[in-house]
């Protein structure tokens, strides 16, 4: 037969130890649910400065909160960085409400120039197409625009898309710098020159590798190869500081680009905080702070994780 001894003095010890342990433990992560994290967070955003920008905010967020983070931010354009999210090569980043309609190729295309009604039907279709979800948005839109030197506009009165479209077709000389996107998508320049009636050639156009717009709107500001208009977002922080003036879109052609971070479903059932911890920070980011934020970077040159960590930092997101 066998027989089961009593616990000594030293298993009755041990067994202790571990309690103490375990409720150590315990107490430490009830205090910081971040550090229950099992997994690792990817993070991406697109290559352009606010994508750099909010795609920090993010990573600085998770890290803050004690998740380990896979920092993949300035990843691509946008193509590139939907793809990733949708085959979960990442698991979190910013996205455009605007974007969605052209995601979901909607036929209702006036209620994506409505910000909740964006928001709400990107939400919808995100969810039930792909298993994305969308955190709340920040209230700024940063639609495609394009602007052009304040002499320029000065001289020739150029203050509306319209008044682009009649210089452009009176034989006029523009010079645009812009991204390969920006030139091709069906939402960006084309959508612009199907509603005013102009079309830009290649001639016309300066494509540049990186995408960026601080790169756009810096080559019109110098006059770089000839060039006197750029390819804008509204939000963008060096317009004004570069003495360029947006050109109104009087037509309403674009919908409405409000940044929200897109995730996972899988991911916020796992962590329901992150919506917690992200939501209170984008809803802070209204259209003037992100054109001052965009500003230190673009203008500036100052590193976008250093200014994301100053601005969660001043507004008591983070310690």
């Not at 990843?75 to 980043?93: F, K, W």
């Not at 304040?150 to 001289?155: C, S």
């Amino acid at each position: 037969m066998l027989t089961l001894k009593k616990p000594g003095i030293r298993p009755r010890i041990a067994a202790s130890i571990l309690s103490v342990f375990l409720m150590v433990s315990f107490l430490a992560l009830s205090a910081h649910p971040g550090l229950s994290a099992q997994g690792t967070l990817t993070v991406g955003s697109k290559i352009d400065t606010e994508g750099s920008l909010l795609g920090q905010m993010i990573v600085i967020l998770l890290r803050s909160k004690g998740f380990k983070v896979i920092d993949r931010t300035g990843l691509g354009a946008t193509s590139v960085v939907r793809q990733a999210i949708i085959a979960g090569e990442i698991d979190i980043y910013p996205e455009y409400t605007g974007n969605g309609y052209y995601f979901f190729e909607d036929s209702d295309a006036e209620a994506w120039k409505d910000p909740k009604r964006a928001h709400q039907r990107v939400s919808a279709l995100d969810l039930e197409k792909n298993g994305i979800v969308w955190l709340s948005p920040a209230p700024a839109n940063n639609t495609w625009a394009i602007a052009v030197r304040k002499d320029l506009a000065q001289k020739e009165g150029l203050a509306t898309l319209e008044d682009l479209a009649a210089f452009v077709n009176s034989g006029s000389r523009i010079r645009l710098a812009c991204s390969e996107e920006f030139a091709t998508r069906p939402d960006a320049l084309p959508a612009f020159e199907d509603a005013y009636g102009f079309k830009l050639d290649s001639a016309s156009l300066l494509i540049l590798s990186g995408g960026n717009t601080a790169q756009t709107e810096q080559a019109a500001s110098l006059g770089r190869d000839g060039v006197n208009a750029a390819m804008a977002y509204g939000t963008d922080g060096g317009i004004a500081i570069l003495d360029l003036l947006v050109l109104e879109d009087t037509l309403g052609v674009q919908p409405v680009y409000e940044p929200a971070p897109i995730i996972r479903k899988e991911i916020l059932e796992a962590y329901p905080e992150i919506a917690d911890i992200m939501d209170p920070v984008f809803e802070k980011l209204d259209l003037v702070t992100l054109q001052t934020l965009n500003g230190k970077i673009a203008v500036e040159g100052q590193d976008p994780a250093r200014v994301a960590g100053e601005f969660l930092r001043s507004q008591g997101f983070i310690d």
